[in-house]
């Protein structure tokens, strides 16, 4: 079981910053791959940002490439979302999950994630 807190949302003007982060609990964090989604009023859940268990590889939603970056430490069984350059598009409440990496392929799908945070909202003001 693993259990997953976000933190770091807030109001921020457009052009602004936040960074996100997820704290996990459990041992082996090292082998779980993690992502970032998020869901708007009214609006699907929607795949933001993934990094894999080795933090070899990262992958981005087209909409926030070159203005987010994910990155994890593994020492702190935390991952982080750095949110650049915030528009007001990017308002919603974001949600950090995990899923098992080790011997499984990679996966932005939101269904191939077992474990979800309860998610903190991010309001970008125009």
């Known amino acids: 079981q693993v259990q997953l807190v976000e933190s770091g949302g807030g109001l921020v003007q457009a052009g602004g910053s936040l960074r996100l982060s997820c704290a996990a609990s459990?041992?082996?964090?090292?082998?779980?791959?993690m992502g970032w989604f998020r869901q708007a009023p009214g609006k699907e859940r929607v795949f933001v940002a993934a990094i894999r268990w080795s933090g070899a590889t990262t992958d981005y939603a087209d909409s926030v490439k070159g203005r987010f970056t994910i990155s994890r430490d593994n020492a702190k069984n935390t991952v982080y979302l750095q949110m650049n350059s915030l528009k007001p598009e990017d308002t919603a409440v974001y949600y950090c999950a995990t899923r098992r990496g080790l011997f499984a392929a990679y996966s932005s799908n939101s269904r191939e994630y077992d474990y979800w945070g309860q998610g903190t909202q991010v309001t970008v003001s125009s």
């Open positions: 459990g041992r082996s964090f090292t082998t779980y791959d």
